[in-house]
């Protein structure tokens, strides 16, 4: 099905263990957003990414790495998680200038 | 480093009221203000926006007021429905940015029937 996607859903992991999320999507929209959401904070920017082999960092970077090797996948990774990344992840995309982010259904994830 | 602060943190509203949720930015070079629909287990989904060049949208019951000189933008919603029950994000993008969004910190909105 078109659109985007994220996976896994719903992810309870411990303090210190590497997690990835996933994130897919089908339109060849050139940017990409890794957000998480937190109550009170809104929406806030993690990492993006321009097109393939190119990303930068947002707001909250630290204890988060992004890859983009293809197009339509940009993948989180929190090398050693920590309780504060207690969170839920949302991915977004958008066309090259695009004013509209179309976003995933998000991950909730619980860092013990 | 908040660029667009949002109030209220939570709205209570009754069915067939006025619902209005504001914020304010501080960057003059924002030059795209969106909205953004948020339902609980759900994405964030664009729902209205508007450019500093008019100060009024309206989209059915659901309009944009932009000021500016105050630098401020508001949501309305018109008669209010329990189905508008969610979280509202105002946002604003910077011209230069390409398509970075800067996101309010959120609005919970409740319509009691």
């Known amino acids: 099905d078109a659109g985007i996607t994220q996976s896994p859903r719903y992810k309870i992991t411990e303090t210190g263990r590497q997690v990835t999320l996933m994130c897919h999507q089908t339109?060849?929209?050139?940017?990409m957003f890794w957000y998480r959401q937190d109550l009170g904070h809104g929406l806030r920017l993690i990492y993006y990414?321009?097109?393939?082999?190119?990303?930068d960092k947002g707001e909250v970077p630290d204890g988060y790495v992004v890859s983009r090797s293809k197009t339509e996948n940009f993948p989180l990774t929190l090398e050693s998680a920590t309780r504060s990344q207690t969170s839920v992840y949302f991915c977004?995309?958008?066309?090259?200038?695009?004013?509209?982010?179309?976003f995933g259904p998000g991950t909730r994830l619980l860092v013990l | 480093q908040q660029q667009v602060k949002q109030s209220p943190q939570s709205l209570i509203v009754q069915k067939g009221g006025i619902s209005i949720i504001n914020c304010a930015y501080e960057n003059t070079a924002f030059d795209y203000f969106p909205w953004y629909q948020q339902f609980p287990g759900k994405g964030p989904a664009l729902l209205i926006a508007?450019?500093?060049?008019?100060s009024e949208k309206k989209e059915g019951r659901f309009t944009i007021s932009f000021n500016k000189s105050a630098k401020q933008f508001s949501l309305h919603i018109m008669d209010s429905q329990p189905g508008d029950s969610a979280t509202y994000f105002c946002?604003?993008?910077?011209?230069?940015?390409?398509?970075?969004?800067?996101f309010g910190e959120g609005t919970q909105l409740t319509v009691n029937p």
């Open positions: 339109w060849s929209h050139s940017y």
């Open positions: 946002a604003a993008r910077e011209e230069t940015s390409g398509s970075r969004l800067t």
């Open positions: 990414s321009a097109a393939a082999d190119i990303t």
């Open positions: 508007i450019r500093p060049d008019v």
């Open positions: 977004a995309s958008s066309e090259i200038q695009g004013e509209t982010q179309y």
